[in-house]
């Protein structure tokens, strides 16, 4: 899914490319995106798209008349630039937004179609969809620190919670832990006041990290790789390779349909953190430390 990151990406790459201009119309590839239409996509034909910005992982397009379409990628979901008048590819196409220099496609590469647009109108309107994370980029050390702890999580847990920080996700809470050399099961109510500072130093750092070289890869062409996995984090989507620092196999737990990664040496002092599924199969036998597993 999208992350803060990408989602600048695709913010900054759509202002320079639809704010000012006139929508020519919207045109629907699969019903099912649609998750609200007051107002109608006819409705949006003919007004000047005044603004592109995001709320947490979605992204926003302000339009004449206070008309508002948003835009939720969730997992698979994905934009393209293409010349005006473009088809909506059969399969994948969701969506696309018509304008004399362009159009902008919505795709999902994804049998499970969980990409949504809702089509709002009035202001009032954008609430129920603000989940009240803090921006994370923003905020001050004192109120990262207050809305992390309001709720007893883990770390991991914490940091991908909407309704504490706004846009991080399962990619970069993992980088975030192995910058800041936490473990990600380490609960928030017991971080002392120094590891307090190295997770919001590490947070925003992060970040702004992943920004600027995002920014820098795609220049002025439309981004057409967001993807959460990337050669070069140091953790996230690199189980079982080498350690960026200490050359130790990058670890894993997996829960739900998510999964957590992060470097024993560097973040848990040594410690295996028991993965459920291979715990259970493995029973005495699971490795409690890194030197057990080499």
């Known amino acids: 899914m999208p992350e803060i990151p990408d989602i600048k990406l695709y913010r900054d790459a759509l ?3 639809l704010v000012g201009r006139r929508l020519l119309g919207m045109r629907v590839g699969s019903p099912f995106v649609l998750r609200s239409v007051e107002p109608s996509p006819a409705d949006l034909a003919n007004r000047k798209i005044l603004d592109v910005s995001h709320m947490a992982k979605q992204l926003l397009l302000t339009l004449e008349d206070e008309h508002y379409v948003l835009i939720h990628l969730m997992i698979a979901g994905r934009f393209r ?94 980088e975030i832990l192995f910058a800041a050399r936490l473990s990600p099961l380490q609960l928030t109510r017991n971080l002392s006041d120094e590891e307090w500072q190295r997770l919001y130093r590490a947070t925003q750092r992060t970040l702004n990290v992943w920004i600027e070289r995002l920014a820098k890869e795609a220049g002025d062409k439309f981004p057409a790789k967001v993807t959460a996995f990337r050669p070069e984090m140091a953790v996230h989507g690199r189980y079982g390779e080498p350690c960026l620092v200490c050359d130790s196999p990058v ?21 295996l953190l028991s993965d ?9 036998s699971w490795p409690r430390s890194i030197d057990e597993l080499e």
């Not at 994370?133 to 309001?150: I, K, N, V, W, Y």
């Not at 894993?252 to 024993?264: D, F, G, L, T």
């Not at 459920?276 to 005495?284: D, E």
């Open 15 to 17: 202002a320079a490319r």
């Open 81 to 174: 630039w293409a010349k005006a008048g473009a088809a909506i590819p059969r399969g994948s196409g969701l969506a696309a937004w018509d304008l004399e220099q362009g159009t902008l496609i919505l795709t999902e590469v994804s049998k499970k179609k969980r990409a949504s647009i809702h089509l709002l109108s009035g202001r009032e309107a954008l609430a129920p969809f603000d989940r009240g994370g803090l921006d994370p980029l923003t905020c001050s050390f004192d109120a990262f620190q207050a809305r992390l702890t309001e709720i007893g999580h883990t770390l991991k847990r914490a940091l991908t919670d909407q309704r504490l920080l706004a846009g991080i996700g399962n990619a970069y809470s993992d």
């Open 251 to 271: 670890q894993r737990i997996q829960y739900a349909s998510n999964e957590a990664n992060y470097c024993a040496r560097c973040q848990t002092g040594g410690r």
């Open 276 to 284: 459920r599924v291979l715990a259970r199969l493995l029973k005495s």
